[in-house]
């Protein structure tokens, strides 16, 4: 069926943590192009969920916001009810960084919830599970290479494994139960409503404050950066149009070093460099991310549409025009996650001016490039 046509059908869809950043960019993306469908957006509100990323849409009659966990069974049960045509599943624990602080919540919500998720939608004979996945679950490359989907996952963190771990039980439920799974892993992305202690807001909202930036290890870590509009995009294109059990990966196709993106946000921002901070880098830190996205180019026909340096003007436009919103999410329990984060690694943390700009102690690892295919 063409999306076309699809777009005209009453549709139900179960979004789960749609309060946070990319699945609050992804309701507001259905309702604005498939203004049939209704949407139920099932978000625990952790610390991460935030029902303002939605308050625009909030009386909209299509959409309605549930407050509960993945992992509640009898609630999920009750919601699948309503005829739903899919599942999209966003909710999890998804920093890194608090995955090696404690990486309890993160088998809990990221494997145990998305089990009991897909038990509930076999169950209920829901015909489509999308898993958002992330490029994570392949591990780090080494300078030359890009993760294809048929590579081995190799996580290295606490987050990466469980998320890895949710994604093959999304395909196992395929296999064994015949679920209609899919599933996407993009990489980094960035835009509106990022909660800020992920790079791109963190520093962003950090330099507006004129406090230092904490730049891990020899900032030149590298990731790829795609616009979360642009995720969302490819997310819809493969629940309408992707055959069971099949992965994609979703890139944006822009790598650049840590370091690179920390000078491109400071001169943008008219902040100085000497904000830069090299702090002591975090343990198990993949090298480079970068995707092969063959597949999702030539079967659905997906591309980014938003280039790297007009999604980043956009996203620092809104975190300047909308202040009062990361100043209320950097307050309270933010406030002593940062302590616990940060405060040792800014006491022993450089800046720019000593010497080559790389703290002593940084010494990366060198991973083996494990593909060469890119
Ligand atoms: P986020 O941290 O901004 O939001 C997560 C949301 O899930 C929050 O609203 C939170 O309240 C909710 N949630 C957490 N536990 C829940 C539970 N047990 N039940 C119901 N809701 C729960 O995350 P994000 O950056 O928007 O990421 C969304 C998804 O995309 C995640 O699965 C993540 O692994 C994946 N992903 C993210 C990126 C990225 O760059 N941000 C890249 C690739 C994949
Ligand atoms: O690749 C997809 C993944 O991208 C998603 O699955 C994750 O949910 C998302 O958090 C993100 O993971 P990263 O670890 O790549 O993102 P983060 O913003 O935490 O870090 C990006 C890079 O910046 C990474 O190399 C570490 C570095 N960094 C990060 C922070 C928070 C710093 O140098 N200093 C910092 O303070």
């Known amino acids: 069926m063409t999306s076309k046509m699809a777009s005209k059908e009453k549709r139900t869809v179960l979004v789960t943590g749609g309060c946070g950043f990319i699945g609050s960019n992804f309701v ?30 909030a009386e909209n009659p299509q959409y309605r916001f549930v407050q509960g966990d993945i992992a509640d069974p009898a609630l999920v049960r009750k919601l699948l009810a309503e005829e739903v045509w899919a599942v999209v599943n966003f909710a999890a624990e998804t920093h890194v960084d608090r995955s090696i602080l404690d990486s309890g919540e993160f088998v809990r919500t ?15 004979k829901v015909p489509r599970f999308l898993q958002v996945s992330t490029d994570e679950v392949y591990g780090s490359l080494g300078e030359r290479g890009a993760f294809s989907e048929e590579d081995v996952l190799a996580p290295s963190s606490p987050y990466a ?18 679920v209609t799974a899919l599933v996407t892993r993009s990489s980094n992305n960035y835009g509106p409503y990022q ?33 979360v509009e642009d995720n969302c995009r490819a ?3 493969v629940l309408e149009q992707a055959q069971a059990g099949s992965i994609y990966n979703v890139g944006g196709g ?56 007009g999604g980043l003007e956009r996203t620092i436009h809104w975190y300047v025009e909308n202040r009062s919103w990361w100043e209320r999410v950097r307050s309270g329990s933010f406030r002593s996650y940062y302590r616990t984060q ?30 060469a295919d890119g």
């Open 28 to 57: 507001r993306l259905l309702l604005a192009e498939r203004p049939h469908w209704s949407i139920i957006n099932l978000d625990l509100l952790t610390y991460a969920g935030n029902p303002e990323n939605l308050a625009d849409v």
């Open 110 to 124: 990221n494997v145990l919830g998305t089990e009991k998720l897909l038990a509930a939608a076999l169950a209920a």
């Open 161 to 178: 494994a469980s998320k890895a771990a949710a994604d093959l039980l999304a395909l196992t439920f395929c296999k064994t139960f015949g």
């Open 195 to 227: 909660f800020p202690e992920k790079v791109i807001p963190l520093f962003i909202t950090n330099a507006l404050a004129d406090q230092p930036l904490p730049l891990y290890g020899d900032g030149l870590n590298v990731r790829d950066w795609l616009y």
């Open 235 to 237: 997310i819809l294109r």
């Open 254 to 309: 822009h790598e650049m070093t840590n370091l690179a993106l920390t000078e491109l946000l400071l001169d943008a921002l008219g902040k100085p460099r000497s904000l830069i901070r090299f702090v002591p880098d975090r343990l198990g830190h993949d090298r480079r991310y970068s995707l092969n996205c063959r597949r999702v180019f030539r079967e659905l026909g997906w591309q980014p549409l938003v280039g790297f340096q």
């Open 342 to 371: 940060y405060g040792d690694r800014l006491a022993e943390g450089k800046g720019l001016e000593t010497g080559s700009g790389k703290p002593a102690e940084a010494e990366p690892r060198q991973p083996e490039d494990r593909r």
